[in-house]
């Protein structure tokens, strides 16, 4: 299986980068980034975009994949919806786009967020961002296309988000975390787990296409 990943120097995208690595079945990741994330693998190619909502430049290298892991997002804190809109649906929907047409038989599989809001109609902006971008996502014509909503994500491996605070968070939490996996196990997943899930739905599929934190933690399980 052929990869393409976005996202990979994020929290998540490091946890799914690790995981696709140590898959036997994975062949190549592709990873389509601004800056070289860092990393040697034998089967690890990158290609750089210097803009997120034109992808024409480098359509030949993005031809020929399976999958791909759209893990690249950001925070909404101190961002207006505007702003916030061309991050999160903009550049999804740009790359998606592209994709759809040079690789219809991919599985696409999108980072959201527990708690995203289908109906687009609700009072959380980066709720109804999330559920604008789910929704036109699965209008497109892939092979097939997943919305994973992670609640509260653990680090593993040495992993750290780029994001300050969530940096501060996870500093908090990390101690409490045991507590908290035995009061809301249903709410915390791990950079590991959403790996193994991204991995086993692109190879087998999933039932439904919106993948809530339960369905994550059990699909990296099977």
């Known amino acids: 299986m052929k990869v393409i990943l976005f996202g990979a120097t994020g929290m998540v995208g490091q946890g799914v980068l690790r ?30 975009c210097s803009d997120f909502t034109h992808f024409a430049p480098i359509e030949a290298d993005l031809a020929g994949y399976d999958a791909c892991f759209f893990c690249l997002g950001v925070s909404s804190a101190g961002m207006n919806e505007a702003e916030y809109t061309r991050v999160t649906y903009d550049y999804t929907l740009a790359a998606a786009e592209t994709l759809a047409r040079l690789n219809p038989g991919m599985t696409f599989i999108y980072v959201s967020g527990e708690g995203t809001d289908s109906t687009e109609k609700g009072r959380s902006m980066w709720a109804r961002v999330k559920g604008k971008t789910e929704n036109a996502l699965l209008r497109l014509p892939f092979k097939a296309a ?4 992670p609640g509260l994500i653990q680090p593993l491996h040495g992993i750290k988000s780029k994001t300050g605070l969530y940096r501060a968070v996870y500093a908090v939490t990390g101690p409490l975390l045991p507590a908290l996996k035995a009061l809301a196990p249903t709410h915390i997943t791990t950079t590991e787990a959403v790996g193994r899930a991204m991995l086993h739905v692109a190879k087998q599929g999933y039932a439904k296409p919106i993948l809530e934190n339960p369905d994550i933690n059990g699909c990296a399980t099977s």
């Open 19 to 48: 995981e696709c690595l140590l898959d036997p079945e994975v062949s190549q990741v592709l990873s389509v980034a601004r800056k070289p994330i860092g990393q040697t693998h034998e089967k690890l190619r990158e290609v750089a």
């Open 146 to 149: 997943y919305n994973f909503r």
